[in-house]
């Protein structure tokens, strides 16, 4: 388990969330190119040391260690271009070595199709892939071409010509296949954004259409308290219940039409400096009443010096809402919910901890999704819509900032929310 753990850490080397999807792809395949390479040369080392005896390493053998980790490294401090490439080097050169040198004549020269297979794995662009297809072949034909190193016994220009047709025959049908690739794709997302597009149209109205009955049935429930003096106790209750199913679905379409209306907000979002201790101060003492209904304890530890950042405060608000919210809807009665906000680093970090039921591995994995249910249900029937989290976790990224949550099953939750702090220079503009 712990040489699993081992092996997918160096696959994962270089890779962060900010690179794209394809550039995590290329970094990926090429920690794992080079961890095979790594065992086949230790391999060999070990069949010299043991098998045949050969105590002393081989320039070869070190080099190709010293390459390995040194492509490793780049990978690590984010050159993954130049790793590519010089990947690329080693591999003709290493090529040319065994063709021309340790295995003439022998078919090896074959081998050179391994370039092909790699290239059109780490390079789309046409130009780049035939360039490197021809640099492959110059590199393959040259030493034949100055000084013969193939025996004329086992040398034919048969072998050569069908290599260079074969790679241009891939290299042509592999082009031709991956634009068709393209253009289909391209037209599939078009397709999906134009149906997504229409069904948040659509929802955003069914939605709003949804609220003005709702607010009508609150509002005769009001009227018939008001009327109405001989009402039995039973009777208001359920009046009383009526009401709050009425709040709780009235709540859930606010959720839904704040999902909806989330990514048009932050698109092109403005930012400025803001004061995030402020920001969440503000929202804590909107919460105090509904607090003291569960006779939740809100407590408060805010850094003394100054918490800006480049923030935006309907964007802000909306992330200590849902959170504080969540919080105080998962907590049993007589618990405490504490609210931080911490200075240093660079960073301000707001945390959010409950006493409540905390998490399961699984629900972590799906907490920051749209409309999804999680193991915890709220203390006092609330309503719940499974939108909260993601719909924070996009105004946090909107702000640069990260969210997470420490929890387990059973001990309550902490969540975190980081943004850069501005400096002490930044703080005049």
Same mark, same amino acid.
Do not use: M, W
């Given at each position: 388990m712990n040489l699993t753990k081992a &092996?997918?850490?160096? &696959?994962?080397?270089?890779?962060?969330? @900010? %690179?794209?999807?394809?550039?995590? =792809?290329?970094? =990926?395949? %090429?920690?794992? !190119?080079?961890?095979? @390479?790594?065992? !086949?040369?230790?391999?060999?080392?070990?069949?010299? %040391?043991?098998?045949? =005896?050969?105590? =002393?390493?081989?320039?070869?053998? !070190?080099? %190709?260690?010293?390459?390995?980790?040194?492509?490793?490294?780049?990978?690590?401090?984010?050159?993954?271009?130049l790793a590519r490439s010089l990947f690329f080097v080693i591999v003709h050169l290493f090529l040319v070595a065994v063709t021309m040198y340790l295995n003439v004549g022998r078919m090896t020269e074959y081998l050179h199709f391994v370039i092909i297979l790699l290239l059109m794995y780490f390079y789309i662009e046409s130009r780049v892939f035939i360039l490197l297809s021809l640099l492959n072949l110059f590199l393959f034909y040259l030493p034949q071409i100055v000084y013969h190193p193939y025996p004329d016994e086992v040398y034919s220009w048969t072998n050569p010509l069908v290599l260079f047709v074969s790679m241009f025959v891939i290299v042509k049908t592999f082009n031709r296949e991956h634009q068709n690739y393209k253009n289909t794709l391209d037209e599939n997302n078009r397709q999906l954004q134009e149906l997504n597009e229409q069904k948040d149209e659509l929802v955003r109205l069914a939605a709003h259409d949804l609220k003005s009955p709702l607010s009508r049935i609150e509002g005769l429930i009001s009227l018939i308290k008001m009327t109405s003096s001989n009402l039995t106790g039973e009777q208001k209750h359920l009046l009383d219940k009526v009401s709050k199913v009425s709040r709780d679905q009235n709540e859930m379409i606010r959720k839904i039409l704040d999902s909806s209306a989330a990514d048009m907000k932050l698109e092109g979002l403005k930012t400025y400096k803001i004061n995030v201790v402020e920001i969440l101060d503000a929202v804590v003492n909107e919460f105090f009443l509904l607090s003291e209904n569960k006779n939740i304890d809100l407590e408060t530890d805010y850094c003394k010096s100054a918490a800006f950042i480049l923030g935006h405060r309907e964007s802000l608000r909306n992330i200590f809402e849902n959170l504080i919210s969540n919080a105080v809807k998962f907590s049993p009665r007589n618990t405490t919910v504490s609210i931080a906000a911490q200075c240093s680093n660079g960073k301000v970090t707001v945390e959010i901890s409950d006493e409540g039921p905390g998490f399961t591995e699984a629900d972590k994995k799906i907490m920051f999704r749209q409309f999804q249910k999680l193991s915890a249900q709220p203390t006092a029937d609330e309503a719940s819509s499974g939108l909260g989290l993601s719909i924070t976790k996009k105004y946090v990224e909107a702000l640069r900032g990260k969210i997470f949550c420490e929890s387990n099953h059973g001990e309550g939750a902490k969540f975190v929310v980081e943004f850069d702090r501005l400096h002490q220079t930044d703080l005049a503009f």
């Open positions: &092996v997918q850490k160096i &696959v994962e080397i270089g890779l962060n969330d @900010s %690179l794209p999807f394809d550039q995590k =792809r290329h970094v =990926r395949f %090429l920690n794992v !190119t080079l961890l095979a @390479s790594f065992f !086949t040369v230790v391999f060999f080392i070990c069949l010299n %040391l043991f098998y045949y =005896r050969l105590y =002393r390493l081989g320039l070869a053998e !070190t080099g %190709l260690l010293g390459c390995i980790v040194f492509l490793f490294y780049l990978n690590h401090i984010g050159k993954f271009q």
